[in-house]
């Protein structure tokens, strides 16, 4: 576990009170000895959220969101493990342990304060510069760019004058060392001089999600180049790791979605004219990292890129970047080259949203662009078309979708449906009928045995998290390898392991080492157990009937890879003692 040990999270889950916690957040009522609220992740007019004092856990009925105070918080206010953690220690004055698994952790996050702090000072220097001297001019610069000065102060943007030393006097004055500057990337050391890393331009700092400014964009406000320039990477900043203006996202309620731009001003213009979800990279193109990042807080990216080529080519890019995070994306269309800026402020508003309205999924998208290399009044180029666009169509899971996608391609090409599925398929053609024997033999039974054995999984999980110690009078990991549930096999796994520790975990502390989807399971099961349950569970009995069903899966993948195998010897006499083995389990009595 990062940072701190099991043992100490542990003391803290005693000492927070899920309860108390939760209620800053959802009002809980007492119905039935349960308490009971409107889910705070997802719309509901029904209460459907519950909370247990006694187990210390939460369980929403409709969406399924499960977990302990830990997991609540980080869900809720959508921190990292050591924020929650700090947070929660803080809330319960707990000390947060001198030593910890990492023994850098204090020094590192010492640094990482003094950074914060600096940059704090410096973003204050800089702003208060626009309403002085040689800061007017960029006042007027952003005022001409539609900005208010609520706007402007709000994202705190402000002004590097033209002097070499402006801020590092500044903050010589203030108390910092020009070592400690330069850790922050404010000045920059050359033949022995030292000197501001930012002159003469409009200064936005850069926040992280927790609203600490890590960092600082520059821009010129002639034609100069470069036109923007980032604070180089820090040991609290990495511009790929971080997004622009996600901070102020993360206040929304329920947010949903992220329009995704590339530039500072997008983000600050759309904001100022009542788009409040914008954010943007930092002057790279959209990295893993990133997507990552937005993930923790919408499902939906709203792709709002430059109208012109270079911007419709970086939205093909980030479109994959998205996909692969698991993020849907959808792509805003800007005519005349515009930009997201030049658009709201020329359009307005409603023009913006109905454009949102009208974003293109990002197969019609791709698509569109495909189509625009070709010339489909020749043969060739119509052939070519064909080819690349069943490529993007054979990464389609969904039928309907697939269909609808073929029905248009069929329609621009006037080849048949039948022709375009044919060459959707003709890539993996091979490959089916290479396992197409072996997928006949063994499906059926694959499937039956598979639902046969989640069934008991389930029974397993549910008798194990009523009597977690009941699970050390087992030989419990030779199970683990037939599980078809890798979450059941995750949890039991966890129980397991800390019986073997000598530790009898609570609820609550089992959920913090969980995943979302395992900790989603497990509080569905321990919202509603009966703790005595497991009493009435014949354990042996549905042990022994995991492993006959475990024997049959493994004999039928034998006899299909029987067929195609060189080692039929080897083969045959596995299957004899898997037989045998299954035939002396059938002769046990019941």
């Not at 923007?228 to 309620?253: E, P």
């Not at 709201?344 to 990002?362: H, L, T």
Request: with cysteine; aromatic share 10%; charged share 30%.
């Amino acid at each position: 576990m990062a940072y701190f040990e099991r043992d100490w999270i542990n003391e803290l889950l005693a000492k927070v009170d899920i309860e108390d916690v939760i209620s800053d957040y959802v009002t809980l009522q007492n119905k039935s000895g349960r308490l009971w609220g409107l889910c705070p992740f997802h719309s509901e007019k029904t209460p459907s959220f519950s909370v247990s004092k006694d187990k210390q856990i939460f369980y929403c009925f409709g969406c399924h969101e499960s977990g302990n105070a830990i997991s609540f918080v980080m869900k809720i206010d959508k921190l990292t493990f050591p924020e929650t953690i700090e947070r929660l220690a803080d809330r319960v004055s707990m000390p947060l342990p001198k030593t910890s698994s990492s023994e850098d952790y204090e020094k590192n996050k010492k640094r990482r304060e003094k950074i914060y702090e600096i940059n704090k000072t410096a973003g204050m220097y800089y702003y208060n510069n626009l309403f002085e001297g040689e800061g007017k001019k960029a006042f007027e610069y952003l005022t001409s760019r539609g900005l208010d000065e609520k706007t402007i102060k709000k994202f705190g943007v402000g002004f590097a004058g033209e002097a070499w030393d402006g801020l590092l006097n500044h903050l010589k004055e203030k108390g910092y060392k020009v070592p400690q500057i330069k850790d922050a990337g404010l000045c920059s050391i050359r033949n022995e001089n030292v000197f501001d890393s930012f002159r003469s331009r409009v200064m936005f700092p850069i926040f992280n999600i927790t609203g600490s400014v890590i960092g600082f964009g520059g821009r010129v406000l002639d034609d100069s180049n470069p036109k923007y320039l980032n604070t180089s990477d820090t040991f609290a900043f990495n511009k790929r790791k971080n997004v622009y203006g996600l901070n102020f996202v993360k206040s929304i309620k329920r947010v949903q979605s992220v329009v995704l731009v590339e530039g500072y001003m997008d983000v600050i213009s759309l904001y100022s004219k009542g788009i409040f979800n914008a954010v943007a990279t930092l002057g790279t193109a959209l990295t893993k990292e990133q997507a990552q990042l937005i993930k923790r807080y919408v499902p939906l990216v709203y792709i709002a890129y430059d109208g012109d080529d270079a911007g419709q080519k970086a939205a093909l890019k980030a479109i994959d970047v998205l996909e692969s995070a698991g993020l849907n994306a959808r792509i805003i269309d800007f005519d005349e080259g515009l930009d997201p800026d030049d658009f709201i402020n020329s359009r307005g508003y409603a023009a913006f949203v109905q454009r949102a309205k009208e974003a293109k999924d990002s197969i019609s998208f791709k698509l569109d662009k495909l189509v625009e290399e070709y010339d489909l009044n020749k043969h060739d180029d119509k052939a070519k078309y064909i080819v690349k666009a069943t490529d993007i169509l054979r990464s389609l899971k969904n039928p309907i979708e697939r269909e609808q996608y073929i029905t248009r391609l069929s329609s621009e090409t006037e080849h048949s449906l039948q022709a375009i599925k044919d060459q959707i398929a003709s890539k993996n053609s091979n490959a089916n009928i290479d396992t197409k024997n072996r997928y006949n033999i063994i499906t059926k039974t694959k499937k039956e045995d598979g639902e046969k054995n989640i069934k008991l999984e389930k029974v397993l999980l549910e008798y194990f998290l009523a009597k977690p110690k009941k699970i050390g009078l087992y030989d419990f990991e030779k199970y683990l390898p037939y599980f078809r549930d890798e979450r059941i096999k995750n949890i039991l796994n966890l129980i397991n392991n800390r019986i073997k520790e000598g530790i009898l975990p609570t609820h609550a502390e089992l959920l913090t080492d969980l995943n979302n989807e395992e900790q989603k399971l497990a509080g569905s099961v321990i919202a509603v157990l009966d703790d005595g349950k497991g009493n009435l569970v014949d354990i042996k009995h549905i042990l022994e009937e995991f492993e006959r069903k475990a024997i049959n899966v493994k004999l039928d993948e034998l006899y299909a890879e029987l067929k195609t195998s060189n080692d039929r010897d080897m083969i045959l006499a596995e299957i004899s003692e898997l037989n045998k083995e299954l035939h002396a389990k059938k002769k046990k009595p019941n």
